[in-house]
């Protein structure tokens, strides 16, 4: 679970950064790989969760 706290920690990391990045340089492409991270982060919290719940019975 550790390994997938990390994953998801480095997934926001790279969306903060390419959020931030199409918000104050109106950057498109920095906009379309946030997204593809949002999307990422998406399915890490999917399986943490399950872990998550798989570890707590």
Known sequence: ???LVEQI???YALFAEN???QVSKNNKA???RA???ALEIM???KEFR???V???K
């Open 1 to 3: 679970m550790e390994k």
């Open 9 to 11: 920690k480095a997934q």
């Open 19 to 21: 959020a931030e990045a």
């Open 30 to 32: 920095a906009g379309t």
């Open 35 to 37: 997204r593809k991270a």
């Open 43 to 45: 399915k890490l919290m």
């Open 50 to 52: 399950k872990a998550s």
């Open 54 to 56: 798989e570890a707590a």
